[in-house]
C-alpha cells in the first residue's frame, strides 16, 4: 500500500511523495503536506513559469518570486499564471 498524505492543496488524503524535494526544514514540510499530484502539478507549472517569463534560477530575485508562487500555489492563493495559457480540458 502507498503512504500517503493530506494535502494542503486538495484538502484530503492523496499519494504522497517518496522523498524530500528539497533538504532542510521546507523539504521536509513538503514531503509530509503535499501529495505528489500537487508536487507534480507544481513543477508543470514552475517550470511554464521559468520558461514564460524568462527566469534565470542564478538571480536571486527569480528565486523568490517563485518560492511566493509556490506557496500561493500550494495554499490555494491565487497565484502567477502564464499570459495565453488554456489548460486542456479534462
Known amino acids: ?3 500517503t498524505v493530506f494535502c ?4 484530503q ?3 504522497a511523495l517518496t522523498r524530500a524535494p528539497y533538504p532542510g526544514p521546507k523539504g521536509q ?4 503536506n503535499i501529495s505528489a499530484k500537487a508536487w ?5 507549472h514552475q517550470t511554464m513559469l521559468i ?5 534565470s534560477m542564478m538571480d536571486p530575485e527569480a528565486r523568490k518570486f517563485l518560492q511566493a508562487q509556490q506557496e500561493k500555489f500550494f495554499d490555494g492563493s491565487d497565484f502567477e499564471q502564464v499570459e495565453g495559457y488554456v489548460p ?3
Request: glycine share 4%; aromatic share 8%.
Open 13 to 15: 488524503e492523496l499519494e
Open 51 to 55: 520558461n514564460e517569463k524568462q527566469l
Open 88 to 90: 486542456p480540458e479534462k
Open 40 to 44: 507534480g502539478e507544481w513543477t508543470q
Open 1 to 3: 500500500m502507498s503512504n
Open 8 to 11: 494542503r492543496k486538495y484538502q
Open 29 to 32: 514540510d513538503i514531503l509530509k
